[in-house]
């Protein structure tokens, strides 16, 4: 169970945070110039939507967590040691 979560963490709660983090200052500055605002406002929208889109690829995927995993980190090692 626990292999899903991190799973998800590494696959779509980065997306999500970073859709947050670019929602908050939008809707909470009055004073920036709209087309920022809106521009800020979708640009995090973008990043919810990309969260929603890989939690249903994890979802609908056929292969299991810790397999997922397994593969994540032998191409982060591989990548590290180029």
Not at 6 to 35: C, Q, S, T, Y
Not at 36 to 47: F, I, Y
Not at 60 to 66: C, D, L, N, V, Y
Request: hydrophobic share 50%.
């Amino acid at each position: 169970m626990w292999d899903g979560a991190e799973l998800w963490l590494r696959k779509a709660g980065g997306p999500l945070l970073l859709g947050l983090f670019m929602m908050a200052p939008a809707v909470a500055r009055e004073h920036w110039w709209p087309p920022l605002r809106v521009l800020a406002l979708l640009a995090g929208a973008a990043g919810v939507v990309e969260c929603g889109a890989e939690t249903w690829k994890l979802i609908r995927g056929r292969e299991s967590a810790t397999t997922t995993l397994d593969r994540l980190e032998a191409e982060a090692r591989a990548s590290e040691g180029r």
